[in-house]
């Protein structure tokens, strides 16, 4: 059985950092990209970044370019997002899902429950 799950979010302040794990069972992990995505209240879920777990590329969207690091622990079939400079705009929850490569449009298999992540100002 195919399971993402994630962990490490939680409550901080603006300027402060946290990092979200996401934990991969089930499938060959070389084999896909892993991205994270966030759904903020009463909008809808964007992509904020992958990794291509075969060859380490990374991708980021433009609004945690230079705040946020995507990495991988293939040996442990985890995915870290490193969070620094958190602003109030980051709050969301933080879903990560398996991809066939990061410009892939659609995850596979469903998404899971998220991590809430929520930056006070």
């Known amino acids: 059985e195919v399971q993402l799950v994630e962990s490490g979010g939680g409550l901080v302040q603006a300027g402060g950092s946290l990092r979200l794990s996401c934990e991969a069972s089930?499938?060959?992990?070389?084999?896909?990209?892993i991205g994270w995505f966030r759904q903020a209240p009463g909008k809808g879920r964007e992509g904020v970044s992958c990794?291509?777990?075969?060859?380490?590329?990374?991708h980021y969207t433009d609004s945690v370019k230079g705040r946020f690091t995507i990495s991988s622990n293939n040996a442990k079939n985890t995915v870290y997002l490193q969070m620094n400079s958190l602003k109030p705009e980051d709050t969301a929850v933080y879903y990560c899902a398996r991809l066939s490569m990061c410009s892939s449009k659609l995850i596979l298999g469903s998404w899971g429950q998220g991590i809430q992540v929520t930056v006070s100002s």
């Open positions: 089930g499938f060959t992990f070389d084999d896909y990209a």
């Open positions: 990794i291509s777990s075969s060859d380490g590329s990374t």
